[in-house]
């Protein structure tokens, strides 16, 4: 009984559980949030600003927050703290009453809550490579349970005010915390003991490095649109909250077949590549969205969430875990968190004006930045083995 309970609560399964903690709020959240929004009295243009505005406040955060953890190798420690303190801000951001009130709880609980992606995944490819571990079968659990927290809040909000969705959110983040005390601390490389001393790369000016954020960025942010506006927009042409869940959850199990098929891909998936096969499925959903699809045809196009996010998603951090070094490793993850969260703050921005005056059309500029973001890919791709100086 012993070695099956070691095995029950040792790494891999509490970061599969600290994965799934940590995508239950966004599954509430992204979906969600623009309706309680909404619900509060914020129009569309004050909703794109309340959603973009503390992504730029990750801007201040991150940067400090991830070189503190590498140079004090305290990367759960502080985790740990930021997941504690999130649960404080949006306490707070319920308590709210008012746009500005909201606006400035919100960008202070993100002052908090953004560092803890960047924190997370530079746990988990450490942990996990010392492991001998593939990345994609662990992260699917947190997909898994975004498909989870997507349902538990479509069914909420058809019984539930819609000014009360916050509370979900709040009860998410005190799940997440508690699941960030039950990690186990990592253990320091012996090669690392000494890396102090030695000089590090400087990542700002890699040009294949820099590229790869720049592809990340702009696919990623073409999103913003849907993330903002798809459950305001469908929820105006008569779908319920079940089926808004159902459409968002159907993406996210797009997502977590191709997680789970990671170790299996073929080498010729290498990261870059793989930023270019999001690129072009970002591009083929977002402008067969602006058509203004029959409603059977929605589900095919939520498929391609699987190119646009997760492809995307692996090909960035399987770059940077081939490239940067383990010493540098949170350092690299803040550059691509804040490189995602400026761009997908100005979509975001950008899409409040948008909706508005082009209702779905709004979809052929997120097509545009996706396209943008193939053309920095194919450039990372092309410089991919340029050495690292």
Known sequence: MQPARATFFGFVPRLAAFYAALFILPGIQMPFFPVWLKAKGLDPKMIGIVLAVPMMARVLAIPVVTRAADRRDAIRGVMVLACVASVAGYTAVGLSAGAVAILIAYTLTSLASTPVMPLSETYALKGLAARGRAYGPVRLWGSFAYIVGNFAA??????????????????????????ATMLPALASPPHESDGSSRPRPALSRDPAFLAVLAAAGLIQASHAF??????????????????IAALWGLGVAAEIVLFAMQARLPPFFEPTVL???????AVLRWVGMALDP???????????????????????????MRRVPPR???????????????A?????????????????????AMALAALAGGACGLIAHRMRHAPLR
Do not use: K, N
């Not at 930023?275 to 499925?281: K, P, R, Y």
């Not at 997908?344 to 052929?364: E, I």
């Open 154 to 179: 479509g069914f909420a909000a058809d019984i539930m005010p819609a000014r009360e969705l916050i509370w979900l959110m709040v009860a998410a983040t005190i799940l997440l915390a508690l699941a």
């Open 226 to 243: 849907f993330y903002g506006f798809s459950a305001v927009q469908w929820r105006a042409a008569g779908f319920d909250g079940t089926v």
């Open 275 to 281: 930023l270019l096969v999001g690129a072009c499925g």
């Open 294 to 320: 029959p409603a059977l045809m929605l589900p095919f196009l939520q498929l391609l969430h699987a190119l646009s996010f997760g492809a995307t998603h692996l090909g960035a951090l399987m770059f940077l």
């Open 328 to 342: 540098q490793a949170a350092t690299a993850q803040g550059y691509l968190a804040i490189t995602l969260g400026l």
């Open 344 to 364: 997908m703050a100005a979509a975001t921005a950008v899409s409040g004006l948008l909706y508005d005056d082009f209702g779905s059309r709004a979809y052929l």
